[in-house]
């Protein structure tokens, strides 16, 4: 089992960077496929990245992007910190939402692991234009 923390939101304007991060306060992070999501108000839940156990070679890729986000996020681990992270870079308003990171033990390829086991509590990024 994995107890899982956001932090780094925060209010950025539009072209700006920010770092959310991903900690497991109790579990081993690299043990477990781990995702970011994001919900915005009146939206649907919408996965945005994802990347793979760590160690474990994939036959679709160790990471998944959604096409929305692709080429201005990056999601990497840092297991010494028991941490995943997504920086999100060139943001704009439609990046404005409550990111959560979830993580599960299931071997998915990457572009069809839509279900996971274990949730964080959600940090809030918003984006001014």
């Known amino acids: 089992q994995v107890q899982l923390v956001e932090s780094g939101g925060g209010l950025v304007q539009a072209g700006d960077s920010l770092r959310i991060s991903c900690t497991a306060s109790a579990g081993t992070l690299s043990s477990y496929v781990v995702a970011w999501f994001r919900q915005a108000p009146g939206k649907e839940r919408e996965r945005v990245a994802a990347?793979?156990?760590?160690?474990?070679?994939?036959?679709?890729?160790?990471?998944y992007y959604a096409e929305s986000v692709k080429g201005r996020f990056t999601v990497s681990r840092d297991n010494a910190a028991n941490s995943v992270y997504l920086q999100m870079n060139s943001l704009n308003s439609e990046d404005t939402a409550i990111y959560y990171c979830?993580?599960?033990?299931?071997?998915?390829?990457?572009?069809?692991?839509?279900?996971?086991?274990?949730w964080g509590q959600g940090t809030q990024v918003t984006v001014s234009s």
């Open positions: 979830a993580a599960d033990s299931r071997r998915i390829p990457l572009p069809w692991k839509t279900q996971y086991e274990f």
């Open positions: 990347i793979s156990m760590s160690g474990v070679t994939m036959i679709h890729g160790s990471t």
